[in-house]
């Protein structure tokens, strides 16, 4: 089985929509499939001898629903939950920076561990099944609240604590110390490189990155020869952000265009006055999602060479709905739309380099990743914008 297909990206999506969906429960009609539900709980109350938690059975009907549906990105938010999934979206939370999946067998299992977080320095590794917190069994269908747990939701101030993780990486069992931290994910590193050339690192997208990196070209015409935008092991964010990215390379034209489940297409466009130095994008397996977007568009609109590794392949976003109810903060998020470059090829089938250069992870003590020396990726994007 292909890692696409277990693979469920839980931080780093890509949002273009937030609904109400009150309306969906104005009423049940008897013998409907909501009506099954209500009567379940009908009877258990009427009739169980014991004390049980209604709203934290809620929630777990609700979690169960939206899993069943097979929408590997889809869940369910309650009102604990949400706050510190908004957070994350953000980009600045509090908790030990990793992105984890539930994959078929019910584990949840790490993704990756960002850089420079507490959790890439602790040893946390792509593929470490965790099977505990601080000593509390989780699986799958719990991984919201072992997610908050490692968050410290449950403490007053987190930054600072410690916790445990037990963690299962091939047939060892492992107790990993972890200490929570402030988590930056979406900051942007820049430095000058080869001859007068700007490079800029970009760790994730969200509205205050876009921003930054506007502010980051604003005047760079007068002041460098190009421009190398380093999107390896960056695993998307905020579409609009990827939007706003791409726009600052173009004067006009298509940037994507999303096809909803009626087959709707709605495009974005690029406006007037782009910064006009040559470009390069480094991609590798990591970039994903919104990274994806921003490289199929250059790609497609021949705006700049694409360098590196082939991209992860996912050409979908999702949507967010507020469920309606008193205090609107429970959500449930699902996939809505195909994301299409503007030459129309669907995003899932990943980004292909116009040349094909592997990189080298390394990880130093701080957490870091950088990608060997030499870095041969970086080396070549310097040779394709100086020899220009």
């Avoid at 049980?52 to 929630?59: P, T, W």
């Avoid at 979908?316 to 109810?325: A, D, E, R």
């Amino acid at each position: 089985m292909s890692s696409k297909l277990k693979i469920c990206i839980a931080v780093a999506v890509t949002f273009i929509l937030t609904a109400s969906a009150g309306f969906y429960f104005t009423g049940l009609q008897s013998g409907g499939r909501l009506y099954r539900l209500e009567a379940v709980t009908s009877i258990i109350d009427s009739r169980y001898i014991g004390e049980f938690d209604r709203e934290a059975a809620e929630d777990a009907a609700i979690s169960a629903y939206v899993a069943a549906i097979g929408d590997p990105y889809a869940a369910y938010y309650n009102k604990s939950s949400s706050e510190s999934f908004q957070n994350t979206v953000k980009g600045n939370y509090v908790g030990i920076g990793i992105e984890v999946y539930d994959n078929l067998a019910g584990d949840i299992v790490v993704l990756a561990a960002y850089n420079g977080s507490p959790a890439k320095r602790a040893g946390i590794k792509s593929g470490d099944v965790i099977t505990a917190v601080d000593g509390v069994s989780f699986s799958a269908e719990k991984m919201a609240d072992a997610v908050l747990l490692m968050k410290g939701a449950n403490i007053e101030n987190p930054v600072g604590t410690e916790l445990t993780l037990t963690v299962r990486r091939g047939d060892e069992n492992l107790d990993i110390a972890v200490t929570r931290e402030e988590i930056d994910l979406y900051r942007i590193e820049s430095s000058v490189v080869g001859d007068s050339i700007l490079y800029l690192r970009y760790s994730g997208f969200s509205a205050e990155s876009a921003d930054n990196l506007g502010k980051l070209l604003s005047g760079a015409e007068d002041t460098y020869k190009g421009v190398i935008l380093d999107l390896r092991e960056n695993p998307g964010g905020d579409l609009d952000a990827a939007v706003d990215v791409c726009d600052m390379f173009l004067d006009d034209g298509l940037i994507m265009y999303t096809e909803n489940k009626s087959g709707d297409r709605t495009e974005m466009r690029a406006k007037e006055g782009a910064c006009k130095l040559p470009l390069a994008v480094l991609v590798n397996e990591g970039s994903a999602s919104a990274s994806e977007v921003v490289a199929g568009c250059i790609q497609a609109r021949e705006r700049g060479k694409i360098i590196g590794e082939k991209t992860y392949g996912k050409g979908v976003s999702q949507m967010i709905f507020k469920l309606g109810l008193e205090d609107n903060s429970e959500m449930v998020k699902i996939t809505g739309y195909k994301n299409y470059r503007p030459d129309g090829i669907w995003l899932d089938e990943a980004v292909t380099p116009d040349i094909k250069v592997e990189s080298e992870i390394e990880i130093d003590e701080y957490g870091n990743v950088t990608f060997g020396e030499p870095d041969e990726a970086l080396m070549k994007a310097i040779e394709e914008i100086s020899g220009r």
